[in-house]
């Protein structure tokens, strides 16, 4: 069959639904690959399912569709119920549309009716086994369901934690069958009884029950006059509050200098506990006397940072919740002979212990380095090293048995290696840097794509069963996540080290290049997975000597944007090196792809800087974008910046190679800037609504329009003016910026003029627009208690984006920045759009006006209306006429309104509304109904816009 057809992916593809079954996926907690190792990008495979099998089937509405095709699909789609209205192209073409979105459910995949169907229809297409390839395959979700729609496919990545993982899920599993988690589990079985007896005098029971963790606090010295306390950072003293509530009071003995550290439980948390750590600086109980953040800094430098236990969870039963308590004598004595034994393990083996390189130089991603941590070991307490490194004893012990039993050397280094890799799992609960929340283990990886500094941690239980932490809670993940891969059906995967930028495959090799490239600058992939790394090749190390034999992972080949100094050994990882590298990748794809193949490029980034440089990559390559599709593939619970942008969405780039069919670039192409300009704001405006339609919106709608824009200009070899100057990337980008800009506007005042509002009114709905998401809120942070910042209460408020996002914003819609200081507050890259409450000052004024004390029965009125407005005295507030005159902008009045609304000043908002005419204003209301519908429901700017538009009726307007 002739492949010159449109795929079904350039022409259509039912992005909500293969959306909703991302997000379920995303959510899923067992029976999925994911849980065999965390890994710090991971794509839903459900979605990766479809797109795949989208991009391999030509589209029946496509004049170049072979009517064979329409026919085979037709009868196909009916076996399985999704039989066309008629047999015409456009019911088959909608049919299989409905059937693509639905595949895109996890459960559809090991369904073999499903995996069947699609593997026909494939099969159709493509005469001969279709070769897909992924260069940066990450956990593996691309290579494993194109294997799944029986494709030869090819994963590969530089990464051996990743690699370790692709080769178990993609070829182990395959290969072994049930055989393998045969092995495993009796290895799962044997570990568990081997570490209970080993590991039992350092881990006590309490009333014959394991212990699920012990509670930790780092300790510094009070730098108080005359103090010298030790110092235990507490920055949670609620420990639970469910049902079981329980906390933590501190007091310090100024006579003795003792700091006493408290756990109680009862059915209320008692008001004012006092936290001993906050934004970094350590407070004393005894004086105090707060200790700035420089000097807890650098006490932990100077190795004068220690460790106090002052806890202990329990479980009271099966599902019947946990209790808490202090610890005991025996708590103590385990702990200490843990260090001991540890100590003398470390003596006569010094390789045991992780003295590899921490990347302290990173306070982006790595704050631990800050307080003297300087290899991974640091990381880790001795009792926590010491039972990892009995594991890997046990571990080498059940390998030695299966050898000795006879069993196949590759089933022997694929079921340790599945071991190794779930035991590994475990690590990043077993750090000085996990912690408690929520009554149960946190990873340390809590924040993300980063590592930070925690002052108190919790140390989890290896020995104790269903929690995480424990090596029972990990194996039946691991189990499960095994047997999800079975369903592959399919051996035809082959993994590989490869670096993409200098690919081992040949010219013309494949039908599809698919793949989810590093994401510019937000995860460190390599440094992260070192914290698994240090001990996978202690595990196994010498049953995968090819990929752990060296010190950490590699770095330097990896195509990442790093604030790394070259001299650090890894070479330079600027923005311009990441364009150079990921262009270079992007030819290698492009040349083992053939000429009428098709590639998908993943991408998702909140920053436009980031975006501009994947985009230069793939027109600089040699590739032409041929549609774009945003894809909900982000957990609803991930972290994020508090009121920042957070992409929901990945988007699809799908591209073809701009190449003659023997295999030379096309360069006689050359487009009309003029015609291109024309183009652009219609394509955009159908996109636009396009997506509105299908529930993305935000700063996923904003990226997911770069798509059809590059559309347009890659179309051509070059794009010219009339006096024949080129017109570089660059340029058009900021007309698509300034394009997306003003739709988007208008989609906000729809069928109103939006350039009828003053600059700050229109920025401010355009930013706030940016932040949303498709559940209609701004995006939220998940509270991490994050130890390295900034305390609670001063924490800025507002919504933040990046400055180059709202400058391309605001140049797009013709507002100067620098003009809007009282609506934008600009500061190290960032931009923050200020809270309504933070311009009091500037939409107020001062007042010559003496404030008049505030009868007790308002207290809580009176206390907001003096925060709003700035007052030193809690008890006091303005008098109705405190409002000077009504603001120069329509965003100002409306703002005015709503402080006197917030702060109960009834009189002085019917003045500001009906004697000065704000509210005779259309544009007012206009503005209010829309800040309604963009500020975050549960803020307060949101009650108060609210309450202003309900007064609109009362007072006659």
């Known amino acids: ?27 899923m907690r067992s029976g999925h690959p994911w849980q065999l190792h965390i890994w710090w990008a991971r794509r839903p495979w459900g979605a990766c399912r479809s797109v795949a099998l989208a991009s391999l089937i030509p589209a029946p509405t496509d004049e170049h569709c072979p009517e064979d095709f329409v026919r085979a699909a037709a009868s196909t789609l009916a076996e399985i119920g999704f039989k066309p209205a008629d047999g015409s192209r456009q019911k088959v073409e909608e049919a299989l549309l409905r059937f693509t979105g639905e595949f895109a459910r996890w459960e559809a995949g090991s369904d073999p009716y499903w995996r069947t169907a699609a593997r026909k229809l494939i099969k159709t297409a493509h005469p001969y086994v279709p070769h897909v390839f992924d260069p940066f395959s990450g956990y593996g979700a691309i290579p494993g369901e194109a294997a799944r729609l029986g494709c030869e496919s090819v994963a590969s990545d530089l990464n051996p934690v990743a690699l370790l993982c692709l080769r178990t899920l993609l070829e182990a599993v395959p290969r072994q069958g049930h055989k393998l988690i045969e092995k495993f589990n009796e290895g799962a079985e044997f570990i568990r009884a081997e570490a209970e007896k080993r590991l039992a005098p350092y881990y006590p029971k309490r009333n014959g029950k394991h212990v699920i963790a012990w509670l930790w606090a780092r300790t510094v010295t009070c730098e108080g006059p005359g103090c010298g306390a030790t110092v235990p950072l507490i920055s949670q003293t609620t420990i639970a509050k469910g049902s079981r509530k329980a906390w933590i009071e501190v007091t310090g003995d100024p006579r003795t200098k003792e700091v006493r550290i408290a756990v109680r439980s009862g059915k209320s948390i008692p008001a004012g506990l006092k936290k001993t750590a906050g934004g970094g600086h350590a407070i004393c109980p005894v004086c105090g006397f707060t200790t700035n953040k420089e000097r807890v800094k650098a006490q932990g430098k100077e190795g004068r940072m220690g460790h106090r236990l002052y806890g202990v969870a329990m479980a009271i039963g099966t599902r019947q919740g946990k209790e808490y308590a202090e610890p005991t004598p025996e708590d103590l004595a385990a ?7 540890w100590e003398q393990i470390a003596r006569r083996n010094p390789e045991a212990d992780p003295k590899e390189k921490y990347p302290f130089h990173d306070p982006r991603a790595f704050t631990a380095g800050q307080y003297g941590i300087k290899t991974w070991g640091d990381l880790f307490s001795p009792r926590q090293k010491l039972a990892l490194h009995s594991i890997g004893e046990i571990l080498r012990d059940y390998e030695q048995r299966l050898t000795a039993a006879g069993e196949d050397r590759a089933l022997v280094r694929d079921t340790v290696t599945a071991l190794a890799l779930a035991v590994s799992n475990s690590v990043h609960y077993l750090t000085t840097m996990s912690t408690w929340l929520s009554e149960g283990m946190i990873s340390c990886f809590i924040a993300g794509n980063a590592i930070a500094m925690r002052w108190d941690w919790a140390e989890a239980n290896p020995l104790v069963g269903t929690y995480a932490g424990g090596l029972d809670f990990s194996f039946k993940k691991s189990e499960e996540a095994l047997a999800s891969t079975i369903a592959l059906n399919n051996t035809t995967t082959t993994v590989m080290r490869a670096d993409a930028a200098n690919y081992p495959l040949p010219d013309d090799a494949a039908e599809m290049f698919f793949s989810d490239p590093p994401y510019y600058d937000v995860v460190p992939y390599a440094d992260l997975s070192d914290l698994c790394y240090i001990w996978l090749k202690r595990f196994v190390g ?3 000597p090819d990929l752990l034999a060296e010190d950490l992972t590699p770095k330097a080949e990896q195509i990442v944007v790093n604030p790394y100094a070259v001299e650090d050994g890894r070479g330079e990882q600027s923005p311009e090196r990441y364009q150079e590298r990921m262009t270079q990748a992007f030819r290698e794809a492009r040349r083992v792809l053939k000429p009428e193949g098709i590639g998908c490029i993943v991408f998702a980034h909140k920053g436009t800087a980031a975006w501009e440089t994947l985009l230069a990559s793939i027109i600089d390559a040699g590739f032409v974008v041929t549609a774009s599709w945003p894809i909900d593939t982000e957990r609803a619970a991930r972290m994020r910046a508090n009121k920042s942008a957070a992409l929901g969405s990945s988007v699809h780039i799908v591209v073809r190679p701009r190449e003659n069919p023997d295999g030379s670039l096309r360069a006689d ?9 024309a183009e652009l704001p219609r394509r955009i405006r159908s996109w636009m609504q396009r997506l509105i339609h299908e529930g993305v919106v935000g700063a996923d709608a904003i990226f997911a329009c770069l798509g059809p824009a590059l559309e347009i200009y890659s179309r051509y070899s070059r794009v010219e003016k009339a006096n024949g100057d080129q017109v570089f990337l660059r340029e058009y980008l900021e007309h698509v910026w300034a394009t997306i800009s003003r739709e988007a506007l208008a989609t906000i005042f729809e069928g109103a003029d939006a350039t009828g509002f003053e600059p700050d009114a229109r920025l401010t709905a355009m930013w706030l627009w940016t932040l949303r998401t498709e559940a209609g809120d701004v995006a939220v942070e998940v509270d991490d208690e994050d130890d390295e910042s900034e305390s609670k209460a001063g924490k800025a408020k507002g919504y933040g984006l990046e400055f180059d996002a709202v400058n391309n914003i605001a140049k797009g819609l013709g507002i100067h920045l620098e003009d809007l200081d009282s609506v934008v507050e600009i500061s190290k890259g960032n931009a923050r759009l200020l809270a309504v409450s933070e311009r009091t000052q500037y939409l107020f004024g001062k007042t010559s006006e003496e404030p008049v004390k505030r009868g007790r029965k308002k207290a809580e009125q009176q206390d907001l209306f003096a925060e709003l407005l700035d007052e030193a005295d809690a008890e006091t507030a303005w008098r109705d006429k405190a409002i000077l005159k009504p603001g120069a902008t329509t965003l100002d009045r409306v703002h005015q309104a709503m402080i006197l609304f917030a702060t109960g000043r009834g009189e002085a908002l019917k003045r500001l509304l009906v004697d000065d005419g704000a509210g005779r204003d259309a544009r007012f209301w206009m503005l209010a109904n829309a800040l309604l519908a963009l500020y975050p429901k549960s803020s307060e700017e ?11 009726k009362g007072l006659g307007l």
């Not at 702990?335 to 034994?341: C, E, H, I, K, N």
């Not at 192409?669 to 300009?677: A, F, I, P, S, Y």
């Not at 949101?942 to 609109?952: E, H, P, Y």
């Open 669 to 677: 192409e050359v487009g009309d800037w003029r015609d291109v300009l």
């Open 1 to 27: 069959m002739k492949n010159d057809y449109k795929r079904l992916i350039e022409v259509d593809l039912p992005i909500r639904r293969i959306s909703d079954h991302a997000r379920a996926e995303k959510n």
């Open 335 to 341: 702990f200490d002979r843990a260090v001991d034994t």
């Open 942 to 952: 949101s009650r108060w816009v609210d309450g202003v538009l309900a007064r609109k």
């Open 542 to 544: 010498h049953a995968q």
